[in-house]
């Protein structure tokens, strides 16, 4: 069994990888037609992807610089040794998971539709709400747009990471061969 073998077995048999979870975080990874696992084993955790809800590559590190400085990957490093020596973990704080554009409203609620006791008719207040809303589905195609042209440019980019780190690993590896 080669390394990437045992180690793509090791992290699904660990349950802190989330196929589902880490497709739908990173929509991309099906672009390549990769297996998610061997995604996150050879790009996913050096570009800071976290494996699942239950895991924060960049936590696992910043608290290990060990690992980081090894160049290892954190979930197989965690997998395969860290659980036996009693290294902590932290859950993945992605902090956009959750969000919508609609979380703007919640957070200034002066740029909602609010009624004013007294001051403001039901007519008014409707048409308030009818622009904010017509506004905010403005925005929101805005963002579908720039989401779809920028999922595209990460899909590039992440190919041509890939070319180099195989190129890295396939020079690595000649490397030890002459040394």
């Given at each position: 069994?080669?390394?990437?073998?045992?180690a793509?077995?090791?992290?699904?048999?660990?349950?802190?990888?989330?196929?589902?979870?880490?497709?739908?975080?990173?929509?991309?990874v099906?672009?390549l037609?990769?297996?998610?696992?061997?995604?996150?084993?050879?790009?996913?955790?050096?570009?800071?992807?976290?494996?699942?809800?239950?895991?924060?590559?960049?936590?696992?590190?910043?608290?290990?610089?060990?690992?980081?400085?090894?160049?290892l990957?954190?979930?197989?490093?965690?997998?395969?040794?860290?659980?036996?020596?009693?290294?902590?973990?932290?859950?993945?704080?992605?902090?956009?998971?959750d969000?919508?554009?609609?979380?703007?409203?919640?957070?200034?609620?002066?740029?909602?539709?609010t009624?004013?006791?007294?001051?403001?008719?039901?007519?008014?207040?409707?048409?308030?709400?009818?622009?904010?809303?017509?506004?905010?589905?403005?925005?929101?195609?805005?963002?579908?747009?720039?989401?779809?042209?920028?999922?595209?440019?990460?899909?590039?980019?992440?190919?041509?990471?890939?070319?180099?780190?195989?190129?890295?690993?396939g020079?690595?590896?000649?490397?030890?061969?002459?040394?």
């Amino acid at each position: 069994m080669n390394q990437n073998t045992e180690a793509i077995s090791l992290i699904k048999k660990s349950r802190l990888f989330d196929e589902d979870w880490y497709l739908e975080q990173y929509p991309d990874v099906a672009l390549l037609s990769m297996d998610p696992v061997e995604h996150y084993l050879r790009i996913g955790a050096f570009i800071g992807r976290d494996p699942s809800p239950m895991f924060s590559t960049t936590g696992y590190l910043q608290a290990h610089p060990d690992v980081k400085n090894a160049g290892l990957n954190p979930l197989h490093h965690y997998v395969k040794w860290g659980r036996r020596e009693g290294r902590p973990t932290l859950q993945s704080q992605r902090p956009w998971e959750d969000r919508s554009p609609f979380d703007e409203v919640a957070r200034e609620p002066s740029k909602g539709a609010t009624v004013n006791r007294g001051q403001t008719s039901p007519s008014s207040t409707l048409a308030e709400n009818q622009t904010r809303s017509a506004e905010m589905e403005g925005t929101c195609r805005e963002l579908r747009k720039e989401n779809e042209m920028l999922l595209l440019q990460l899909h590039q980019v992440q190919k041509e990471l890939e070319e180099h780190v195989l190129k890295c690993q396939g020079l690595a590896a000649k490397s030890t061969t002459f040394s």
